[in-house]
């Protein structure tokens, strides 16, 4: 395996954005394959980035700086969609109306990327109407809601009802940000709420990762 692949790995995790770009293109030249990046260069910084995040470890200026780095390297490698090849499932990511930071939804759908899901992005400050209109045109797989403050939280407890209504109440919905993972999912009306950036991968990964997929 090329050892540049190692190289870039870690350049991501230390949050080196600059020579994550830098090595992703000479990868690139080089003829290595988009998916053989992702696979043996972002997926283990995700992967050690989720090892870090816990109470003693956890530093969120670290995890910003590796999504900005991962940013990047997505940018390189997608610079049209935030389609990766061979993608898992297809994953609309949102802060709702009234949420106007991103940050925290930036990053996820950094590590969605990374770990080959395609991600339609709709931005911040989304009515829940224009998430579920994304949902049904995109024919979306789950939905990951990203807030960062309390006054959102009336309207993440109105999307399944939405969903519902629109015909697609089967979509999963996976909550997280600092508003949202002090509640529980009963609460929001949510499947699932992650208390990190990686949780959402965690939860998809036994509906659409690789040994799903085989099985199928």
């Keep these: 395996m090329n050892t540049n692949l190692h190289v870039l790995s870690e350049a991501l995790v230390n949050g080196d954005h600059k020579r994550a770009l830098a090595i992703t293109q000479e990868l690139r030249g080089q003829g290595v394959e988009v998916e053989d990046i ?6 283990p910084a995700m992967e050690a980035l989720d090892n870090k995040c816990t109470v003693e470890q956890f ?3 670290e ?3 590796a999504g900005r780095a991962v940013s990047a390297v997505a940018r390189e490698l997608f610079p049209d969609s935030s389609c990766p090849p061979n993608a898992k499932a297809t994953i609309v990511v949102a802060a709702l109306e ?3 930071h991103d940050i925290g939804k930036h990053i996820v759908k950094m590590v969605l990327i990374g770990n080959r899901y395609s991600v339609i992005d709709c931005g911040k400050d989304v009515p829940v109407s224009s998430l579920v209109d994304r949902v049904k ?3 979306a797989d789950a939905i990951c809601i990203s807030g960062l403050i309390t006054n959102v ?3 993440v407890r109105l999307v399944r009802q939405a969903l519902n209504e629109a015909g697609v ?3 999963p ?6 508003a949202l993972k002090q509640s529980t999912a009963a609460a929001l009306n949510v499947d699932y709420v992650g208390q990190t950036a990686f949780d959402a991968v965690k939860y998809l990964e036994p509906f659409f990762g690789e040994e799903q997929r085989e099985q199928h």
């Excluded at 992702?38 to 997926?43: A, F």
């Excluded at 919905?173 to 600092?178: D, F, P, S, T």
């Design 153 to 155: 939280i009336p309207r």
């Design 137 to 139: 045109a995109e024919k």
């Design 63 to 65: 995890i910003m700086l």
């Design 38 to 43: 992702i696979r043996h260069g972002i997926q």
């Design 59 to 61: 530093n969120l200026l």
């Design 173 to 178: 919905i996976l909550a997280g940000g600092a």
């Design 98 to 100: 009234g949420d106007i």
């Design 169 to 171: 109440g089967h979509v």
